[in-house]
């Protein structure tokens, strides 16, 4: 197996996964369906093409929470712009200042083609929704030969620099992971957020087995503290 990490950050994103109508809430995480449609978006995919979406539906999907940022409420008026009529009151919320890097497993064939329409994507990406554009080229790094958890562990923390001064004292870190589980797997959630069709008319998701993990990696931010013995300088000079 293969997996493709990518790194999403950004001012604002935003992540619904049962959102409706005129209040429209964000996850604490990126979801499947957003990056699966981030993805297709990248390879010019039409929103009714189910059979092209299972291909990518197929991925096995995890996030790392790098920052977790701030929740943020917009509320939103409008007119029409013909009658000008006011037009119902809107909530949105959105994730601000959040670093997130997240990874998709499957085949290397299928792999290589999504990797390749983000280095030149049909639509430019963005973070859940098109008023939410990444800071940053979402594509990371294309692992080969390993699973979700070994190529999360392997990504070099990419929050902030100034977060991770906060931990400075912190040679490692622990960031929390939400894995797509695997069959039989104990002691996962269920989140209605597998991708069935992305089509406007009859948008479908179903539900998806999900584990809470972590995983170790290096703070570069940390400082490095020297040695310190007092009895070195009495033993050089006895000796």
Request: net charge positive.
């Amino acid at each position: 197996m293969s997996v493709l990490t990518l790194r999403l950050a950004g001012p604002l994103q935003a992540w619904g996964a049962s959102a409706r109508f005129a209040r429209r809430t964000t996850e604490s995480a990126p979801t499947k369906s957003g990056v699966i449609g981030m993805l297709a978006a990248a390879r010019g995919m039409d929103r009714g093409d189910d059979e092209a979406l299972a291909r990518l539906a197929v991925l096995r999907f995890a996030v790392r929470i790098d920052q977790p940022g701030t929740r943020v409420r917009d509320f939103q008026t409008a007119h029409h712009a013909d009658t000008g009529k006011s037009m119902p009151l809107s909530e949105r919320y959105y994730l601000a200042d959040a670093v997130f890097v997240a990874a998709v497993e499957g085949e290397a064939p299928l792999l290589d083609e999504v990797d390749a329409a983000l280095h030149r994507p049909v639509h430019a990406p963005f973070l859940g929704r098109r008023s939410c554009p990444p800071a940053h080229p979402v594509r990371l790094s294309l692992h080969r030969g390993t699973d979700l958890t070994k190529a999360l562990r392997a990504e070099p923390w990419q929050a902030a620099a100034w977060y991770r001064r906060q931990r400075r004292r912190d040679a490692t870190v622990s960031l929390t992971v939400l894995r797509e589980a695997r069959p039989d797997e104990p002691g996962a959630d269920l989140l209605r957020d597998q991708p069935l069709s992305f089509a406007a008319e009859h948008r479908r998701h179903a539900l998806r087995p999900v584990v809470t993990t972590t995983v170790e990696v290096a703070n570069p931010s940390a400082r490095v503290v020297p040695a310190h013995d007092p009895f070195a300088a009495l033993e050089e000079e006895s000796a």
